[in-house]
C-alpha cells in the first residue's frame, strides 16, 4: 500500500513538472513573439523616418538647370563674379551663371528690352529715362544695392610727390585748370600730367562727371578707356599719370599703381576697406553700387529667382575679398525679404 502510494506521487510529481515546462516554454515563446514585433515596429518607424528625411533633403537641396544672364558694370563686374562662381561651385553646378561687363549705360540698353538680361549691374543708380524705359515696356524691376565703393585716384608707383590731394586740387587737374605738376607745387616735376579714366559707358565716369566735378567738362587730353586693365597698364607705365577708377581695381593692383590720399577738409584719407562708407571719413568719394533685377524673369524662372535669393543672403561674406565695403546688415536683410517677396 505504501509502495503504490508512493508510485502515484512520483507520477503525480513528474507530469506537474513537465506541465511546468510546457508553460514555461509558451511563456517565453510569447514574451519573444512580442519582442520581435516590437523590433519590427520599431524598424518600420525608423526606416520611414529615414524615407521622410531624405525626401525632406531631397526638396531642400532641389537641384535646377538653366541660364541666368547678367551685364552691366565693369566696376561691380568683380563681385558680381565671385557670386557667379561660388554659386556654380557650391550651390547649383546644373545653373549656368554667365556675367559681362560692358559697363553701366550699356548695361541697361540690354538689361531694359523684351527677352532681355535677368540683371543689370551698376555703378551708379537707374536714370530716369531709364525708368521710364522700363515702364513703357511694362518692365518691373528690383534695385539691389550690392555694396559700397570708394572712388580711387591712382598714380604711377615712382610718383612720389603727389601722394596727398586735396579734393580741389583732384578737380583742377580733370578738368585742365592746372597742366604741370609744377602748378600745384612749385616743388614737384615741371612736367604734364596725363589723364585717365572709364569712358562713358561706365557709371564710374558718370558718378566721377556728375557728383565729383558736377557736370563740367573733363580736359580735351584725358585719355578714356573702355576696360579697367587697359587704364591699370597706362597708368603703370606713364610717370606723368593720374587716373580714376574704383577701389577695386586698385586693390587687386597694389604692387603697379598708387593711391593718391584725399583731403575733405580734415586732413588726407586714403581709401580703404576701414575708410569708405557713407558716413566714413572717405565718404566723400564713396558711392553705392547696384545690381537690378527683372521680377518677372525672377518669377518665371527658378534659378534666376534662387540666384537673386542668393546674391541678398551672401553678399556681405564676399563683398571685401573683391575690394568693397559690406552694406549694414538691416540693409541686407531688407533687400533679402524683398526679394523672397517675389515668390
Same mark, same amino acid.
Given at each position: 500500500m505504501n509502495k503504490l502510494k508512493l508510485l502515484l506521487l512520483a507520477l503525480v510529481t513528474i507530469l506537474s513538472i513537465g506541465l511546468l515546462a510546457a508553460c514555461g516554454s509558451d511563456s517565453e515563446e510569447g514574451n519573444n513573439e512580442e519582442a520581435n514585433a516590437n523590433e519590427t515596429e520599431e524598424t518600420n518607424e525608423s526606416e520611414s523616418d529615414e524615407t521622410s528625411g531624405e525626401e525632406e533633403n531631397t526638396e531642400a537641396s532641389e537641384e535646377l538647370?538653366?541660364?541666368?544672364?547678367?551685364?552691366?558694370?565693369?566696376?561691380?563686374?568683380?563681385?558680381?563674379?565671385?557670386?557667379?562662381?561660388?554659386?556654380?561651385?557650391?550651390?547649383?553646378?546644373?545653373?549656368?551663371v554667365e556675367v559681362s561687363r560692358a559697363g553701366s549705360s550699356a548695361g541697361f540698353e540690354k538689361f531694359l528690352v523684351e527677352d532681355g538680361t535677368d540683371f543689370n549691374d551698376a555703378s551708379r543708380p537707374i536714370k530716369d529715362e531709364e525708368q521710364a524705359k522700363a515702364d513703357e515696356l511694362g518692365l518691373d524691376v528690383l534695385e539691389m544695392k550690392v555694396a559700397l565703393d570708394g572712388l580711387t585716384i591712382v598714380t604711377h608707383p615712382e610718383n612720389d610727390w603727389a601722394t596727398e590731394l586735396t579734393a580741389e586740387q583732384v578737380n583742377d587737374i580733370f578738368l585742365g585748370n592746372v597742366t604741370k605738376w609744377s602748378e600745384i607745387n612749385s616743388e614737384w616735376p615741371d612736367e604734364e600730367i596725363q589723364t585717365y579714366g572709364p569712358n562713358e559707358n561706365h557709371g564710374t565716369y558718370e558718378f566721377f562727371y556728375e557728383?565729383?566735378?558736377?557736370?563740367?567738362?573733363? !580736359?580735351?587730353?584725358?585719355?578714356?578707356?573702355?576696360?579697367?586693365?587697359?587704364?591699370?597698364?597706362? !597708368?603703370?607705365?606713364?610717370?606723368?599719370?593720374?587716373? /580714376? /577708377?574704383? /577701389?577695386?581695381?586698385?586693390?587687386?593692383?597694389?604692387?603697379?599703381?598708387n593711391a593718391v590720399g584725399i583731403d575733405f577738409g580734415d586732413g588726407a584719407v586714403v581709401p580703404s576697406l576701414d575708410t569708405i562708407g557713407e558716413e566714413g571719413p572717405y565718404a566723400g568719394y564713396t558711392r553705392p553700387v547696384f545690381t537690378y533685377l527683372n521680377t518677372e524673369h525672377a518669377k518665371e524662372k527658378p534659378e534666376v529667382y534662387d540666384y537673386a535669393v542668393y546674391v541678398a543672403e551672401s553678399i556681405n561674406e564676399f563683398a571685401g575679398e573683391t575690394g568693397f565695403a559690406p552694406i549694414p546688415e538691416e540693409e541686407r536683410e531688407a533687400m533679402l525679404e524683398e526679394v523672397q517677396a517675389l515668390k
Open positions: 538647370e538653366g541660364n541666368v544672364v547678367i551685364d552691366g558694370s565693369g566696376t561691380v563686374y568683380p563681385l558680381m563674379a565671385k557670386l557667379a562662381e561660388e554659386y556654380m561651385i557650391n550651390e547649383q553646378p546644373n545653373v549656368s557728383s565729383i566735378v558736377e557736370e563740367q567738362d573733363l !580736359v580735351d587730353t584725358i585719355d578714356l578707356q573702355q576696360e579697367y586693365s587697359t587704364l591699370v597698364t597706362l !597708368v603703370s607705365e606713364d610717370k606723368n599719370a593720374i587716373g /580714376f /577708377f574704383g /577701389f577695386g581695381y586698385y586693390d587687386s593692383n597694389k604692387d603697379k599703381i
